[in-house]
């Protein structure tokens, strides 16, 4: 991933909503109407680090706006653009809020819902806590998303989901350091799903560079390989895009390999992960070059 691509990451981080103290009047099911937002006790923040980006996560942000302590025992969004609510529950039963802190939760992403095409993009948001001396309340709001967050993901399950379908992708786990140890070669096994047979035309249209690796000014990477009905490997010479001292120790998403993909009429980000022993090799090896490079 670019460090500019990771930047919007960064700064498309939010989907914030503000939740009442009290419930309102029940007129139905409360998921279905959500009640919208004077000022309230906890906010819900949707954020993503890189280490979410990299599993399909993100992290639920609440922070408590009183001045006493709130038990929270559950969070949930829903949006059309998944298949089920995105939930949080405490390991513990409960969460205790401090006053005035945030406190940041991971949950998982659901499967997204890509074969139906929604009007809106709604969310709406649902938080079950107590305040002291009192009982639990479950309240409900509208959330908004004016960076795009969860469709961006729910645009990149899509993409997955549809290329698995086309073709199996993954790193070969051996890595071919050349030997001047300043590049290595790491190569892109594509397996089609039906060999022999006709299916969805997929397009490689280009690969992204990641916050470890880039590619050899010599030997770009390809662009615009069509995956067809035969295997194919696509070797890729990398280097080290960085070598400051932390550029290892502080990785989270180096060495998940963005494809730029075109599927029918569906472009997105196909990630490309690579595995635990490929992920080794590859960090011993931009450890070896930097240092060759500082020698």
Not at 36 to 59: F, K, M
Not at 99 to 110: H, N, T
Not at 125 to 138: F, L, R
Not at 195 to 209: A, M, R, W
Request: glycine share 8%; charged share 20%; aromatic share 4%.
């Amino acid at each position: 991933m670019t460090s500019q691509l990771w930047h919007s990451f960064a700064v498309g981080a939010a989907v914030a909503v503000t939740l009442p103290l009290m419930s309102g009047c029940d007129s139905g099911d409360p998921a279905s109407q959500p009640t919208s937002g004077s000022s309230g006790p906890i906010t819900v923040e949707v954020n993503q680090s890189r280490d979410q980006y990299g599993q399909h996560a993100i992290l639920l942000q609440l922070t408590n706006t009183t001045d006493s302590p709130l038990t929270v025992t559950g969070a949930r969004l829903r949006s059309p653009l998944f298949e089920d609510d995105i939930t949080w529950e405490p390991s513990e039963g409960s969460l205790e809020l401090p006053p005035r802190q945030p406190k940041s939760l991971p949950a998982a992403l659901p499967a997204a819902a890509c074969e139906t095409h929604q009007a809106t993009t709604e969310i709406n948001a649902s938080i079950s806590y107590s305040a002291p001396g009192e009982d639990p309340v479950e309240e409900n709001a509208s959330a908004s998303d004016p960076f795009g967050v969860l469709p961006r993901n729910a645009g990149e399950l899509c993409i997955a989901s549809e290329a698995a379908a086309v073709a199996t992708m993954v790193l070969d786990p051996a890595l071919e350091v050349d030997a001047d140890g300043r590049t290595a070669v790491v190569r892109l096994v594509i397996t089609p799903a039906t060999p022999g047979g006709t299916g969805q035309n997929l397009t490689i249209e280009s690969i992204d560079e990641t916050t470890l690796l880039a590619q050899s000014p010599t030997d770009p990477w390809p662009t615009n390989t069509t995956v067809g009905t035969a295997p194919q490997e696509l070797p890729l010479t990398i280097r080290p895009a960085r070598c400051d001292p932390h550029a290892v120790a502080e990785d989270k998403v180096g060495t998940l390999l963005p494809l730029r993909v075109a599927i029918g009429d569906r472009k997105g980000v196909l990630k490309i992960a690579a595995s635990n022993d490929l992920r080794g090799r590859i960090y011993d090896f931009v450890t070896a070059a930097c240092a060759g490079q500082r020698a």
